[in-house]
């Protein structure tokens, strides 16, 4: 048996009481240090190539639309400020949810205005009566339309191009609009004439040398009184109908329809925008959740 220097084998080394224990302690091999699982570290790169796959999917499904919109938008809004630095204003026009249904609800007061017009002709078919004044009040409100977006931009062609033209324009409306109002009353005053004699069809007044007083009378002969006054309570309401397109539209021919579309892209780029942010979170979320139960 071996012994140290002091005579004493290395079996009969004792611990002194008070004194530190000055026997090694083993040090674990590098193989013992615990470590991260395998099949964790494993699971978190497939979460992570998975959540990558999905966020460039998402960003091939929303780059090319962004990327065309934000071409349409700034083509139109170069146009916007070209116009806006020509004319030194801002656009000036209505909404088109006013407009509209405004001038349909024009043409629908025409309609209980002219009925009667018409009854002279469509007596046993009171429906086709109706249709045609509701015909008739498009028609002029149609006429109304016209005119007023013609007197609205008035200035701004005449200046570039013959201001003649303008005013051919404007007074062939005129024209029309005053002959049509003008049949209408014919044909009301004739009607007025012929409701006296309710026992015979218009067409047989027509034919009959006996009947043929007081309504073909009417209808050959000019407006009286009463005609005059219907045919003005026409343009009254055709005059109403010009006032609300000279004054909801803007001078400028392309003004308004730029400013919509500007409005339009702008609208629609903000709505891409918030759907690409959505579709991220989504996939951002799920990742989160995903990485929070493998490491549970």
């Given at each position: 048996m ?8 290395p079996?009969s080394l004792?611990v002194?009481?008070g ?8 040090i674990?091999?590098a193989e013992?240090t615990p470590d991260?699982?395998?099949s ?15 966020m ?7 780059t090319?639309?962004q990327?065309?919109?934000a071409d349409?938008l ?5 146009t916007?400020d070209?116009?806006q630095a020509?004319e030194?204003?801002?656009?000036r026009?209505?909404?088109g ?5 405004f001038?349909v ?8 205005i002219n009925?009667?017009?018409f009854?002279?002709?469509f007596q046993?078919?009171?429906a086709v009566?109706?249709?045609v004044?509701?015909l008739v ?21 005449a200046?570039r ?13 005129i ?6 109002a003008y ?11 012929f409701i006296t004699?309710p026992e015979?069809g218009?067409g047989q007044a027509l034919?009959s040398?006996?009947y043929?007083?007081a ?8 407006l009286?009184l ?13 005059a109403?109908?010009v006032?609300a397109?000279?004054?909801c539209?803007?001078?400028?021919p392309?003004?308004e329809?730029v400013?919509r579309?500007?409005?339009?892209l702008?609208?629609?780029a ?8 959505d ?7 799920r990742?989160?959740n995903?990485?929070?139960r493998l490491g549970?």
């Amino acid at each position: 048996m071996s012994t140290d220097t002091t005579g004493r084998s290395p079996s009969s080394l004792q611990v002194v009481p008070g004194q530190p224990n000055l026997t090694p302690t083993p040090i674990p091999d590098a193989e013992q240090t615990p470590d991260v699982p395998a099949s964790a570290s494993t699971g978190a790169d497939i979460l992570q190539r998975q959540f990558s796959r999905r966020m460039e999917a998402v960003e091939t499904r929303w780059t090319p639309r962004q990327d065309s919109l934000a071409d349409q938008l700034q083509h139109t809004n170069e146009t916007w400020d070209d116009i806006q630095a020509s004319e030194q204003r801002q656009p000036r026009y209505s909404s088109g949810w006013f407009y509209w249904p405004f001038m349909v609800a024009l043409a629908v007061a025409e309609v209980p205005i002219n009925r009667f017009s018409f009854e002279l002709f469509f007596q046993e078919s009171p429906a086709v009566a109706l249709l045609v004044s509701f015909l008739v009040g498009g028609l002029l409100v149609t006429l109304a339309h016209r005119l007023g977006m013609i007197m609205c931009r008035f200035g701004y062609n005449a200046r570039r191009k013959n201001w003649w033209g303008e005013a051919i324009q404007v007074a062939l409306v005129i024209a029309l609009i005053i002959a049509l109002a003008y049949g209408v009353s014919i044909l009301r005053q004739g009607y007025l004439a012929f409701i006296t004699q309710p026992e015979m069809g218009f067409g047989q007044a027509l034919e009959s040398q006996q009947y043929g007083g007081a309504a073909i009378i009417a209808l050959k002969s000019g407006l009286g009184l009463d005609g005059w006054i219907f045919m003005l309570i026409n343009l009254a309401v055709v005059a109403v109908g010009v006032s609300a397109a000279y004054f909801c539209h803007d001078q400028h021919p392309d003004f308004e329809k730029v400013d919509r579309q500007k409005r339009k892209l702008e609208k629609q780029a903000a709505a891409m925008r918030a759907k690409r942010a959505d579709e991220e979170a989504v996939e951002k979320r799920r990742f989160a959740n995903q990485m929070r139960r493998l490491g549970a």
